[in-house]
């Protein structure tokens, strides 16, 4: 299977998306409430970070990252 085009990944965005800059802004926001209240919650709360995320490798990445640095890190590993 070839990857999709420009074209076809544009055609086929969720209206919903919000972009990589507003994902990235409230990223943070979105995985506290990931690991807070669970995923469905994040999504209800916003849908368009969670339309982002399922189209946006990149973005993805970095959510699950920082997902498992906050899911891993104890409060003394953030600076205050």
């Not at 709360?45 to 982002?52: C, E, L, Q, T, W």
């Amino acid at each position: 299977m070839t990857e999709p085009s420009a074209l076809q990944r544009f055609l086929t965005t969720d209206p919903a998306d919000v972009g990589c800059d507003e994902a990235m802004d409230l990223l943070h926001v979105y995985v506290d409430l990931v690991v807070t209240k669970g995923r469905a919650e994040a999504v209800r709360r916003h849908p368009g970070i969670a339309a982002h995320l399922r189209a946006c490798g990149p973005c993805d990445e970095d959510f699950e990252g920082l997902l498992v640095a906050v899911e891993n890190g104890s409060p003394g590993d953030v600076p205050g």
